[in-house]
């Protein structure tokens, strides 16, 4: 992966930004571009690596 440290993301976020990754790369996409829309798009959608459990906080 690109930057940062993606450890705090949950196994689901990894999994999902996988799968959008592969799909822009079908698009025809550059693997850099693929991976950035990818983790961009799991940030928008859980608001970055979330914690999974009790005393998460909800937007």
């Known amino acids: 992966m690109g930057r940062g440290d993606k450890s705090s993301y949950t196994d689901k ?23 950035r829309i990818a983790w961009a798009t799991v940030n928008k959608h859980d608001g970055g690596g979330n914690q999974s459990g009790a005393g998460r906080k909800k937007s």
């Open 13 to 35: 976020q990894k999994r999902k930004a996988e799968h959008i990754e592969e799909s822009e790369r079908d698009k025809g996409r550059s693997k850099d571009d693929a991976e």
